[in-house]
């Protein structure tokens, strides 16, 4: 598949499509994510990852977040 045509896919929604460009593009991706990451702490990433959830998924009930239960 050429580029345009994956990225055609992708925005119509082809679950392959988008399997195809993650496989391509996997070590190039984790390269860059290392190095950005590489350069945060461990509180800045962290409140990324759980803003990201909360805009995903929403807030985690109270009653999961007692010690030892998330």
């Known amino acids: 598949m050429q580029e345009k045509n994956i990225i055609d896919a992708i ?4 679950e392959q499509a988008m399997q195809k460009i ?3 593009y996997s ?3 984790w390269s860059i994510v290392g190095a950005v990451l590489s350069q945060w702490g461990p509180l800045r ?3 990324n990852v759980w803003q990201m959830y909360s805009l995903i998924y929403g807030n985690i009930p109270r009653n999961m977040m007692k010690a030892g239960a998330v």
């Open 11 to 14: 925005k119509a929604g082809d």
């Open 22 to 24: 993650i496989c391509r």
């Open 27 to 29: 070590r190039l991706l």
């Open 45 to 47: 990433i962290w409140r």
